[in-house]
């Protein structure tokens, strides 16, 4: 199995994602991470589909989150952010990701650069997805394999988007560099499994048997 793919990956520090467009990839996820420091999100939609929040961490300053929606529908709507202040946001949805919550989820704190996400996955091949936060404006890099998808500064802090493939079964970390002079970071890492295999053909199957174009 090959671990899910990241696509159309957009940044804000508004309350909204307009036109954010899903395509007709099999098995979707579609992903919001926020960190912030101020009140955190309450809630986010895409459409009139709420999100479910799969991890959050508090490092009594900064706030960090990973949302996430479950075969999300082909199209372009908008992405609704509620109640929060000074955060940023980014989305991106995945493909070929199992219909299921994360494999596996977690929050940390770090006052060292680079920052170090650790997550241990039950899971092979996974797509581990990271956002990061630090208290004061900044750009976000990747290290040791993670590549930082977006970087973005809100009024007094930024934050970044960062993936990363984890093959084996087990412990890694999601690792970036930030230029802010404030050494103490945080976030959240989320691992997002792969499809199992035949998950495609079982629903083309499905899809033709439902309009009587195959006979088993």
Request: with cysteine; glycine share 12%.
């Amino acid at each position: 199995m090959t671990s899910p793919s990241a696509h159309n990956v957009q940044s804000t520090v508004s309350a909204t994602i307009p036109s954010y467009a899903i395509g007709s990839e099999v098995n979707r996820v579609l992903v919001v991470a926020t960190t912030s420091e101020g009140a955190r999100p309450t809630g986010i939609t895409y459409g009139e589909q709420a999100l479910t929040q799969a991890a959050y961490h508090d490092e009594s300053v900064q706030q960090s989150a990973v949302w996430y929606l479950l075969n999300p529908p082909t199209g372009t709507t908008t992405i609704t952010i509620t109640g929060g202040s000074n955060y940023t946001a980014f989305a991106v949805y995945l493909s070929g990701a199992n219909q299921d919550a994360p494999d596996a989820t977690n929050g940390a704190t770090d006052t060292v650069d680079p920052v170090t996400l650790p997550i241990t996955t039950a899971t092979a091949d996974c797509l581990g997805l990271a956002v990061f936060g630090n208290g004061n404006t900044g750009t976000w890099t990747g290290s040791g394999g993670t590549t930082i998808e977006a970087t973005l500064d809100g009024s007094s802090m930024c934050g970044g988007l960062g993936t990363k493939s984890l093959a084996a079964i087990g412990a890694h970390t999601l690792d970036a560099d930030v230029s802010s002079s404030n050494r103490r970071s945080s976030g959240v890492v989320v691992a997002f499994a792969p499809a199992p295999s035949g998950t495609k053909l079982s629903k083309i199957i499905q899809a033709h048997k439902q309009t009587g174009g195959i006979s088993l």
